[in-house]
């Protein structure tokens, strides 16, 4: 197929356009994008896409974002890229943010008709999460990533597990004790990667349970229990131990390599790069001229959005866990607001999730920083903030793709660190059915009745998808007017 050449305005809008009509996020968009690039627009080969996908996968942040940057970079150079991010951004962060104001001016009622239709619209993003989970698992070695899932899981979901029985029981969730380990999200990646490049490395039973051992350790130290018992500065230690393993790992292998992995950026990559990450920094440093936010540490929110971006692996699903890890359970934002409005409008929108629910934190941040103005301002950087990290990465991997593509750490790591993010999102799939829970618990609807009816909707979405083959948007529609319906007849 010979490739036609495409203006930076008609990239553009067919990026806008795949931002517009692309329901579902992330690898959902993956056949769209290859539609509109490389079957209609003809502006590249399936082989060059393949390579663009492959990227995406194995970076963090936003797909779709990502293969906007990366195609548009390939087809226009740096104002392509632009261009193919910012048009698949766009239009779901407005949608986003429009929405979230428009329940700050509504107020009550209508947030309360919203907070009935979110218990189906949970039910409906529980049901892809859940899809997600069975599609990865068995995607490879079952026992494998089943075990790298319930592990994952063990590790992060205490404090789910303990709300939901206590809402079942009626009861204070400490009564259930404090957790072993429950650590954050970021904990959860530190060891994961840890692990997966340390792979390649052990050699026999004692290396292998010298790293579980040291694992367990740290998880210990960094979670609920450990941090009750003041181990904070011990699992600090470790973590310098494990980074300092880590390295003489890295390097033992680098000697042995025989494929030397080279760093060849063009001008045209430097520059691209640079505008990824400035962009976001001009804007920050605009809006503390401009928009005075008292008692609100705007570089340490936007620090966060960054770290979690880069953090999250596996697409939108899985930024939702990272985002409770690190704003939820941070503090910066309320459980309720992030859970029963955010996470629920992010998901019934079309977009990047990631990138629709880091400047919804943004709005939520910025209203409550300094009003409505600056809410959107907020939004709108931390929306670029997270486009601009992953896109910067994804430039850079790029770039280096042909020469890391056969190292063993990146095989092991598109191998393994799925799985363990799905265990991340059962985890965060019990902390949506609690904030569920909490909603009907409000109408005076028991625990053993409201959970047992959510799972049944599940199931029952599960049936339609796979029996009739309806639309997503249209079981989200279904779920959402059904769960609304029968909670105002209560």
């Given at each position: 197929?010979?490739?036609?050449?495409?203006?930076?305005?008609?990239?553009?809008?067919?990026?806008?356009?795949?931002?517009?009509?692309?329901?579902?996020?992330?690898?959902?968009?993956?056949?769209?994008?290859?539609?509109?690039?490389?079957?209609?627009?003809k502006a590249m080969s399936e082989q060059d896409y393949l390579k663009h996908t492959v990227v995406a996968n194995i970076t963090p942040?936003?797909?779709?974002?990502?293969?906007?940057?990366?195609?548009?970079?390939?087809?226009?150079?740096?104002?392509?890229?632009?261009?193919?991010?910012?048009?698949?951004?766009?239009?779901?962060?407005?949608?986003?943010?429009?929405?979230?104001?428009?329940?700050?001016?509504?107020?009550?009622?209508?947030?309360?008709?919203?907070?009935?239709?979110?218990?189906?619209?949970?039910?409906?993003?529980?049901?892809?999460?859940?899809?997600?989970?069975?599609?990865?698992?068995?995607?490879?070695?079952?026992?494998?990533?089943?075990?790298?899932?319930?592990?994952?899981?063990?590790?992060?979901?205490?404090?789910?597990?303990?709300?939901?029985?206590?809402?079942?029981l009626k009861v204070e969730p400490e009564v259930f004790g404090t957790p072993l380990f429950d650590i954050s999200t970021i904990d959860?990646?530190?060891?994961?990667?840890?692990?997966?490049?340390?792979?390649?490395?052990?050699?026999?039973?004692?290396?292998?349970?010298?790293?579980?051992?040291?694992?367990?350790?740290?998880?210990?130290?960094?979670?609920?229990?450990?941090?009750?018992?003041?181990?904070?500065?011990?699992?600090?230690?470790?973590?310098?131990?494990?980074?300092?393993?880590?390295?003489?790992?890295?390097?033992?292998?680098?000697?042995?390599?025989?494929?030397?992995?080279?760093?060849?950026?063009?001008?045209?990559?430097?520059?691209?790069?640079?505008?990824?990450?400035?962009?976001?920094?001009?804007?920050?440093?605009?809006?503390?001229?401009?928009?005075?936010?008292?008692?609100?540490?705007?570089?340490?929110?936007?620090?966060?959005?960054?770290?979690?971006?880069?953090?999250?692996?596996?697409?939108?699903?899985?930024?939702?866990?990272?985002?409770?890890?690190?704003?939820?359970?941070?503090?910066?934002?309320?459980?309720?607001?992030?859970?029963?409005?955010?996470?629920?409008?992010?998901?019934?929108?079309?977009?990047?999730?990631?990138?629709?629910?880091?400047?919804?934190?943004?709005?939520?941040?910025?209203?409550?920083?300094?009003?409505?103005?600056?809410?959107?301002?907020?939004?709108?950087?931390?929306?670029?903030?997270?486009?601009?990290?992953?896109?910067?990465?994804?430039?850079?991997?790029?770039?280096?793709?042909?020469?890391?593509?056969?190292?063993?750490?990146?095989?092991?790591?598109?191998?393994?660190?799925?799985?363990?993010?799905?265990?991340?999102?059962?985890?965060?799939?019990?902390?949506?059915?609690?904030?569920?829970?909490?909603?009907?618990?409000?109408?005076?609807?028991?625990?053993?009745?409201?959970?047992?009816?959510i799972l049944l909707s599940i199931y029952g979405l599960n049936f339609l998808h796979r029996k009739y083959g309806l639309h997503d948007?249209?079981?989200?529609?279904?779920?959402?007017?059904?769960?609304?319906?029968?909670?105002?007849?209560?």
């Amino acid at each position: 197929m010979r490739e036609k050449k495409v203006s930076i305005i008609n990239l553009f809008l067919s990026f806008l356009k795949v931002g517009t009509i692309g329901f579902g996020g992330g690898s959902a968009l993956i056949p769209v994008v290859e539609n509109e690039i490389v079957q209609n627009k003809k502006a590249m080969s399936e082989q060059d896409y393949l390579k663009h996908t492959v990227v995406a996968n194995i970076t963090p942040g936003a797909l779709p974002v990502k293969l906007g940057a990366t195609c548009g970079h390939q087809l226009k150079g740096p104002a392509g890229s632009l261009a193919g991010a910012l048009g698949v951004t766009i239009p779901g962060l407005i949608f986003t943010v429009a929405f979230m104001a428009l329940f700050s001016i509504l107020g009550g009622d209508a947030i309360n008709y919203f907070n009935y239709a979110s218990v189906g619209i949970t039910a409906f993003i529980v049901f892809l999460l859940i899809s997600y989970v069975v599609k990865i698992v068995k995607s490879g070695d079952f026992k494998i990533n089943m075990s790298l899932c319930i592990a994952a899981f063990a590790l992060t979901g205490g404090k789910e597990v303990r709300e939901i029985l206590s809402q079942l029981l009626k009861v204070e969730p400490e009564v259930f004790g404090t957790p072993l380990f429950d650590i954050s999200t970021i904990d959860l990646i530190i060891l994961s990667f840890f692990v997966i490049l340390l792979l390649e490395k052990i050699r026999n039973k004692t290396e292998f349970y010298f790293v579980l051992s040291l694992c367990l350790l740290y998880a210990f130290c960094k979670g609920k229990t450990g941090k009750l018992l003041g181990l904070n500065t011990v699992g600090s230690i470790l973590l310098i131990l494990m980074i300092g393993i880590a390295i003489m790992a890295f390097v033992v292998r680098r000697e042995k390599s025989k494929n030397k992995t080279k760093l060849s950026f063009g001008k045209s990559d430097i520059v691209i790069t640079l505008l990824y990450l400035l962009i976001p920094i001009l804007l920050t440093v605009a809006a503390m001229i401009f928009i005075p936010m008292k008692g609100y540490n705007l570089i340490d929110f936007l620090v966060k959005i960054t770290s979690s971006t880069v953090t999250s692996f596996g697409g939108g699903e899985a930024y939702v866990s990272v985002a409770d890890g690190i704003f939820v359970q941070g503090g910066y934002i309320k459980p309720d607001l992030f859970y029963t409005r955010l996470v629920p409008v992010a998901n019934s929108l079309p977009g990047p999730i990631l990138v629709k629910i880091a400047a919804g934190m943004g709005f939520l941040f910025g209203q409550q920083a300094g009003g409505t103005v600056a809410g959107w301002v907020v939004a709108l950087i931390s929306g670029v903030t997270a486009m601009g990290v992953c896109c910067a990465i994804a430039i850079v991997v790029l770039t280096l793709y042909d020469s890391v593509k056969e190292l063993q750490f990146i095989t092991n790591l598109k191998k393994y660190i799925l799985p363990v993010i799905c265990g991340m999102l059962i985890s965060t799939s019990a902390a949506m059915l609690f904030e569920s829970m909490k909603i009907t618990g409000g109408k005076g609807i028991s625990g053993f009745i409201s959970l047992p009816a959510i799972l049944l909707s599940i199931y029952g979405l599960n049936f339609l998808h796979r029996k009739y083959g309806l639309h997503d948007v249209i079981l989200l529609i279904l779920s959402a007017v059904l769960s609304l319906g029968v909670l105002l007849v209560f």
